[in-house]
């Protein structure tokens, strides 16, 4: 059975929308002092996680009003369902608002964006069981292969993880492990309690993994 993430342990993917001062600040860590790590190599040793678009339809209790990032009133929404999107990005809404279906959470300014589909890094589009969130120093483009699972899932659900065909959309770095964790992104939940029901939602150490350009 796929192991579950430890309570406090996820990860916080970057925002689609990067500040200036966030951009300048990867570019430091990733080259200079401290935090002076390559590009990680093929083999193995990486750490696979996974991500997710919440649907607000799967979560209920109380409901908090929320504004967007220009002050707009974008309605009263389930509260679980807003904690959710904080880690993971961006979720569907039930009722789409101005003409967007989808709802955003911007981490450099602090505010509720909407958009009209998930996006990673430079806007592109998240694609399911296709984009996955990288290290800075792994460029976007980047084509990832998992050869080899790490030993914590089973054979059908590390069989289609090795099947897919990974492309870098989107940044993993506040909250992952290092340059060699990966945050595969699996579209949609599909049910309530997602994460302690889906099959698809796990995590695994020492895979094998290739990058190619």
Request: with cysteine.
């Amino acid at each position: 059975m796929p192991r579950r993430r430890r309570p406090g342990a996820r990860r916080r993917r970057l925002p689609a929308r990067f500040g200036w001062v966030t951009l300048a600040l990867l570019a430091f860590t990733a080259s200079c002092g401290g935090g002076n790590q390559p590009a990680p190599g093929n083999g193995g040793g990486w750490r696979l996680t996974v991500y997710y678009t919440p649907v607000e339809s799967y979560h209920g209790g109380s409901r908090d009003p929320i504004t967007g990032c220009q002050g707009a009133d974008l309605g009263s929404h389930s509260h679980e369902f807003l904690t959710t999107i904080k880690t993971e990005g961006f979720g569907r809404l039930n009722t789409p608002v101005e003409g967007r279906s989808y709802l955003g959470w911007d981490y450099d300014s602090r505010c509720w964006l909407l958009a009209a589909a998930p996006v990673g890094a430079n806007d592109r589009p998240l694609r399911p069981w296709v984009s996955t969130a990288a290290h800075p120093s792994i460029a976007i483009g980047t084509r990832v292969s998992v050869r080899k699972c790490g030993g914590q899932l089973d054979r059908s659900l590390c069989d289609r993880v090795r099947a897919a065909a990974w492309v870098v959309d989107d940044r993993c770095s506040v909250g992952c492990t290092g340059p060699k964790h990966l945050d595969l992104y699996i579209g949609e939940e599909d049910r309530p309690k997602f994460e302690d029901d889906s099959p698809n939602y796990f995590e695994d150490d020492d895979a094998t993994v290739t990058l190619t350009r």
